[in-house]
């Protein structure tokens, strides 16, 4: 018995590989798929990110300048009110709820 291969068995081995080099082929491109995918989703992902992170940023912007508005308001009424009770006093109309 001969242990040489002949071109029968070559072509045999050859079929096999070829055919599993097709498999292995459209394995990586459908996993290359997957990661371009994903890939694509994350920027995605990112931009939703930012547009919240922007949108929120946004509302405390407008917070805070609210906030501000509100102290300054105050302010000017406290003042205000110290004016209208020294006016009360040198006149003696009294300011009621004051």
Do not use: C
């Amino acid at each position: 018995m001969s242990e040489a291969a002949t071109r029968k068995d070559i072509d045999e081995v050859i079929g096999i590989l070829h055919t599993f080099i097709e498999h292995v082929d459209e394995r990586f491109n459908k996993v290359e798929q997957d990661v371009a995918q994903i890939k694509q989703e994350i920027v995605d992902l990112k931009v939703s990110h930012d547009r919240l992170l922007n949108t929120v940023d946004g509302f405390i912007a407008r917070i805070d300048r609210y906030e501000t508005e509100l102290a300054a308001r105050d302010s000017q009424f406290e003042k205000l009110l110290l004016w209208a009770r020294k006016v009360s006093e040198k006149t003696g109309i009294p300011l009621e709820n004051l």
